[in-house]
């Protein structure tokens, strides 16, 4: 069959080891997924009582999701216009790598960040600039370097994922005043809600300033409806418009739209996820300090920490019951409840005892 031959050298998206293959693997009852960053406190309880009044029917949901549209651009104070929904971000990553990728153009993005964006980019039959980071931070001098007249898309994640760093106001306005105005830069903003740093970018009033930026955010992290898949992108209209043709109809299902209309009403629950968040992160810092193990603070609902001989570390905390995520050299862990925290921490200081923390190198 005569398949795109870039299909031929991929892999689909491994999401990891779910909770039932290691209950069915490993005997055990007790299982704790700390390895999707998924909000550990689940959602609102204004979603729960919204979906009491869902009724099953036949009817196609509303295609533009006029509803959750009309209550988001007004908490987000921007025309109904500028928004544009998905199943997740992961579609919107498809629609805008299928809308703005061709074998002429060349996209930039980190080496180390979210793998979709790569993914779809292979798909496209692209040239992919990638960018190594710096002390797990997006390097900006060099990305504006490998731009040149073909690039029609610059991915940056932030905070990125999986190291849970992020690029300051300061940084991301000089960037964009060096990016040429036919080249669009697309801010992955997926763990904004939890965001604690002063100085991170206010990117919608950067939008007013620059009209190559658009902007990623998600339900499926701090409102805590992963499994409801439905985000959105915040841009021009004219943009908004033009990636609009390339969304599937009917993408976004009445049962995750009445979902995210009511959670983005509760302020105060993102509110206690994002500082329960910051405890639990604190937690691990103390760990790996006293411990000498090398991470990066994050702005994100999970660490990224670099252990001795990860593999080993993944494998004996998957046999305790924890599952996390190892990536390269390190693991990266969601922050959990306070007892699933202190507890995979404790996991962790037996651990060590047998394999001792290396230090960071520079």
């Not at 651009?73 to 498809?94: H, P, R, T």
């Not at 999986?162 to 990016?179: D, M």
Request: hydrophobic fraction near 40%; include cysteine.
């Amino acid at each position: 069959m005569k398949m795109k031959e870039q299909l031929l050298g991929l892999k689909a998206y491994d999401p990891g080891k779910s909770i039932e293959i290691v209950k069915k693997e490993l005997g055990l009852t007790h299982i704790v997924n700390l390895a999707s960053n998924e909000n550990p406190f689940g959602c609102s309880e204004k979603v729960t009582e919204s979906l009491r009044s869902f009724a099953l029917h036949a009817h196609y949901p509303d295609s533009r999701a006029e509803d959750l549209r009309e209550k988001l651009a007004l908490k987000l104070k921007v025309n109904e216009d500028q928004l544009l929904f998905s199943s997740g971000l992961d579609e919107m990553i498809q629609i805008i790598s299928r809308a703005f990728l061709s074998p002429e153009t060349n996209v930039v993005m980190a080496s180390f960040t979210f793998p979709q964006f790569r993914h779809h980019a292979v798909i496209e039959n692209t040239e992919i600039r990638e960018v190594p980071l710096i002390e797990g931070r997006h390097d900006l001098t060099g990305m504006q370097k490998a731009i040149d007249e073909h690039t029609s898309l610059v991915w940056i994640c932030n905070p990125n994922n999986p190291t849970g760093t992020y690029v300051s106001e300061r940084e991301l306005r000089n960037f964009l005043l060096s990016v040429p105005q036919d080249t669009l830069v697309v801010m992955d903003e997926a763990y904004y809600e939890y965001v604690t740093a002063e100085d991170y970018p206010d990117t919608q009033a950067l939008m007013e300033e620059f009209d190559n930026l658009l902007i990623l955010r998600t339900f499926s992290k701090g409102y805590g409806l992963a499994a409801f898949r439905i985000g959105y992108a915040i841009g021009h209209n004219d943009v908004i418009s033009k990636l609009d043709i390339g969304r599937l109809p009917f993408n976004t299902t009445r049962f995750s739209q009445l979902a995210a209309c009511a959670a983005v009403s509760d302020d105060s629950f993102v509110s206690t996820s994002r500082e329960r968040n910051a405890e639990g992160l604190q937690l691990f810092y103390e760990f790996c300090e006293t411990y000498h193990i090398p991470y990066y603070r994050s702005q994100g609902n999970f660490v990224y920490i670099m252990p001795e001989n990860t593999d080993h570390v993944f494998q004996m905390l998957l046999r305790s019951g924890y599952i996390v995520r190892p990536i390269r050299d390190g693991i990266r862990i969601t922050v959990g409840h306070q007892e699933d925290n202190e507890r995979l921490i404790g996991y962790l200081k037996e651990i060590l005892v047998d394999f001792p923390a290396i230090k960071r190198t520079s």
